[in-house]
């Protein structure tokens, strides 16, 4: 079955430390997309990123970063120097090739950057 | 452009009425979801619709549950019957086929008395 598990709940750093949030996912699929979605407080979700799984390249965009390793069914997000404009709830999702795309959503990590 | 649009915002209506949540994707884009996010939760995936059919209604809670979409257009979510239960944020999301980064809307905040 397919399942995404974020197991922090809740994550409070001061402003500039450096931030990662776990993402671990169960899939069949050898072929399936990963996600991560940020949703500040005004409610919108925001797209981040898509991997699909055949790329276990670590990408960089700006002071995102993402590690997704297959060898231990993680998709892990870093931010680099918080800010407070990151205070958000940040879902990782999975996307298995049989689904349509429909979206299994973990249960979001709440970061919250004090200045 | 234009995003995805829901309406309304915010809906309250008492218990065992019906409710219509309206959707309007990104023009263009052929799929669309409907997912629902309980408080403090993350998202249950409702319905996909392509193009116009629904092939997979799989998420839907109870039959007191549907949808319908006109073309690759605007899509309604009914309600009937509404239980406390279905208290939550309704979201629409779109995207340019399946399996592609899936924009959503603002969602409509549901609230059952």
């Known amino acids: 079955a397919q399942k995404v598990t974020q197991a922090q709940t809740e994550i409070s750093v001061v402003e500039k430390e450096d931030v990662t949030l776990d993402c671990v996912y169960e899939t069949r699929d050898t072929t399936y997309y990963l996600f991560w979605y940020k949703q500040p407080p005004s409610g919108e979700l925001v797209f981040l990123i898509r991997?699909?799984?055949?790329?276990?390249q670590n990408e960089i965009s700006g002071r995102y970063s993402w590690n997704f390793q297959k060898s231990t069914s993680s998709f892990n997000f870093t931010i680099t120097a918080s800010q407070v404009v990151d205070s958000a709830v940040y879902f990782c999702a999975l996307s298995e090739l049989g689904s349509q795309g429909n979206l299994i959503f973990g249960k979001g990590t709440k970061l919250s950057v004090k200045p | 452009g234009a995003g995805v649009s829901q309406s309304p915002s915010n809906k309250v209506t008492e218990k065992g009425k019906d409710v219509e949540l309206r959707c309007d994707p990104i023009?263009?884009?052929?799929?669309l979801y409907w997912y629902r996010q309980r408080l403090g939760q993350g998202l249950e995936f409702l319905i996909y619709f392509q193009g116009n059919s629904a092939p997979d209604k799989s998420g839907l809670p109870s039959d007191r549950f549907s949808a319908e979409r006109t073309g690759e257009s605007v899509s309604t979510l009914t309600i009937q019957r509404t239980q406390q239960e279905d208290s939550a944020v309704y979201l629409c999301?779109?995207?340019?086929?399946?399996?592609?980064?899936?924009?959503f809307g603002p969602g409509t905040r549901l609230t059952v008395l």
């Open positions: 991997r699909n799984s055949f790329d276990e």
């Open positions: 023009s263009g884009h052929t799929a």
């Open positions: 999301a779109s995207s340019f086929v399946g399996y592609n980064e899936q924009f």
